[in-house]
């Protein structure tokens, strides 16, 4: 049995223009070498000198959580769809070249100072847009950025959502120059066994790369609000705290989770092979919205729930709420929501997951010998903690 999960960072306090999608193809032959780097774009200083430092990391304790659900995917700028994501295809490790896809990668990928903490990020569009984790910038309004040439300059936090654990950077391609953009896979198509690698900034040693495999997909973690992220991928390359906010890439080099927790054993605050990534298609969705300024507004049951007899045991159910309206209490067991069977507590959570606010649900729930349906009108979880 491990200890709680750990954040993997030293302080845990329009359409997205993502790239075209890929073909999918093999992979294709190796580059010819890069060119040296030219002079360092002007504009930028370098990072501080205790970056290698960092508070000492927070511990997030896992538990049944008060309210589930993620956003609804219907909005984007201009009415219209964002931009599908490119079908993440992985392939066996020892065809994986993990040279290359760090190569490929490394210019893409930042080192993140916030306060006294680090972490790390990614960058999602050549405007300047970066990702990280909203542990990592924590109430920052801008952070300071670190390029894989050790150029630094200072970001603007775009937007936070502590949810789904994501904040959107951005930085003035003036003072930069060109960036260059990571590209979005399709997390939906993450298949365990396929390789996986790391590119972080672990204990403030910025620029390292780890590789291993997609050991598991569909987990759950506990968000930095108390709700629950869902569809998360599992993977056993070595994430340390520091990675927080960096990518997880696939054997094409392209991103399909951000890093954001590790799981411990005994007294280690280090990897044990157990990380938890946000995946991309969150990313696809959230961060959109956070560059328009929209609070993303995600549907709010109101319970917290544990594992039961052939469902999900009602622990506590939140005074006020969605489900106390509706008539659900402690001690019942919920067995079925939208229709939808429910064998574990994370059922809830995915059964309500694509609707939104406002809309109504049916949850069937087990009392003593008897079974009853009844309708939730899920509420807003915005803003709200457990």
Same mark, same amino acid.
């Given at each position: 049995?491990? =200890?709680?999960?750990?954040?993997?960072?030293?302080?845990?306090?329009?359409?997205?223009?993502?790239?075209?999608?890929?073909?999918?193809?093999?992979?294709?032959?190796?580059?010819?070498?890069?060119?040296?780097?030219?002079?360092?774009?002007?504009?930028?200083?370098?990072?501080?000198?205790?970056?290698?430092?960092?508070?000492?990391?927070?511990?997030?304790?896992?538990?049944?959580?008060?309210?589930?659900?993620?956003?609804?995917?219907?909005?984007?700028?201009?009415?219209?769809?964002?931009?599908?994501?490119?079908?993440?295809?992985?392939?066996?490790?020892?065809?994986?070249?993990?040279?290359?896809?760090?190569?490929?990668?490394?210019?893409?990928?930042?080192?993140?100072?916030?306060?006294?903490?680090?972490?790390?990020?990614?960058?999602?569009?050549?405007?300047?847009?970066?990702?990280?984790?909203?542990?990592?910038?924590?109430?920052?309004?801008?952070?300071?950025?670190?390029?894989? =040439?050790?150029?630094?300059?200072?970001?603007?936090?775009?937007?936070?959502?502590?949810?789904? =654990?994501?904040?959107?950077?951005?930085?003035?391609?003036?003072?930069?120059?060109?960036?260059?953009?990571?590209?979005?896979?399709?997390?939906?198509?993450?298949?365990?066994?396929?390789?996986?690698?790391?590119?972080?900034?672990?204990?403030?040693?910025?620029?390292?790369?780890?590789?291993?495999?997609?050991?598991?997909?569909?987990?759950?973690?506990?968000?930095?609000?108390?709700?629950?992220?869902?569809?998360?991928?599992?993977?056993?390359?070595?994430?340390?705290?520091?990675?927080?906010?960096?990518?997880?890439?696939?054997?094409?080099?392209?991103?399909?989770?951000?890093?954001?927790?590790?799981?411990?054993?005994?007294?280690?605050?280090?990897?044990?092979?157990?990380?938890?990534?946000?995946?991309?298609?969150?990313?696809?969705?959230?961060?959109?919205?956070?560059?328009?300024?929209?609070?993303?507004?995600?549907?709010?049951?109101?319970?917290?729930?544990?594992?039961?007899?052939?469902?999900?045991?009602?622990?506590?159910?939140?005074?006020?709420?969605?489900?106390?309206?509706?008539?659900?209490?402690?001690?019942?067991?919920?067995?079925?929501?939208?229709?939808?069977?429910?064998?574990?507590?994370?059922?809830?959570?995915?059964?309500?997951?694509?609707?939104?606010?406002?809309?109504?649900?049916?949850?069937?729930?087990?009392?003593?010998?008897?079974?009853?349906?009844? =309708?939730?009108?899920?509420?807003?979880?915005?803003?709200?903690?457990?």
């Amino acid at each position: 049995m491990t =200890d709680p999960h750990l954040w993997l960072h030293g302080d845990p306090t329009g359409d997205r223009r993502i790239r075209p999608a890929t073909p999918d193809v093999a992979p294709p032959p190796p580059r010819e070498p890069a060119p040296p780097p030219g002079p360092p774009p002007r504009g930028r200083g370098r990072l501080a000198a205790g970056a290698a430092g960092g508070a000492a990391s927070a511990v997030l304790m896992t538990a049944a959580l008060l309210g589930f659900g993620v956003l609804d995917r219907d909005a984007a700028r201009g009415g219209t769809q964002p931009q599908a994501v490119a079908p993440s295809v992985g392939g066996a490790r020892p065809n994986g070249n993990v040279q290359r896809i760090y190569e490929s990668a490394r210019e893409g990928v930042v080192s993140v100072r916030a306060g006294s903490g680090t972490g790390t990020g990614f960058v999602v569009d050549r405007d300047g847009t970066l990702v990280t984790n909203a542990h990592v910038v924590g109430s920052s309004n801008t952070v300071q950025v670190q390029f894989a =040439d050790d150029e630094t300059a200072q970001a603007r936090v775009a937007g936070v959502d502590r949810s789904s =654990d994501l904040a959107v950077l951005k930085v003035d391609t003036d003072d930069t120059g060109p960036l260059r953009e990571l590209e979005l896979a399709d997390s939906d198509g993450v298949r365990t066994g396929q390789l996986a690698v790391a590119i972080g900034s672990p204990f403030g040693l910025p620029q390292t790369a780890t590789s291993g495999i997609v050991s598991g997909t569909g987990r759950h973690i506990q968000a930095p609000d108390g709700f629950q992220i869902d569809r998360v991928i599992q993977t056993d390359a070595p994430i340390n705290p520091g990675n927080s906010g960096g990518p997880l890439l696939d054997a094409r080099g392209r991103v399909v989770g951000v890093n954001s927790q590790i799981a411990t054993g005994g007294s280690s605050r280090g990897s044990v092979g157990i990380g938890f990534a946000v995946p991309s298609n969150t990313v696809a969705d959230v961060v959109p919205r956070l560059e328009r300024g929209e609070t993303i507004q995600r549907p709010f049951l109101g319970v917290s729930t544990t594992q039961g007899s052939n469902g999900a045991l009602v622990r506590e159910v939140t005074s006020g709420g969605p489900a106390q309206d509706a008539g659900i209490r402690t001690g019942d067991v919920i067995v079925r929501v939208g229709g939808d069977r429910v064998s574990a507590p994370g059922d809830v959570a995915a059964a309500i997951e694509d609707l939104r606010p406002g809309e109504t649900v049916a949850v069937e729930v087990r009392r003593g010998g008897d079974s009853s349906t009844l =309708d939730v009108e899920l509420g807003n979880r915005a803003g709200r903690t457990p």
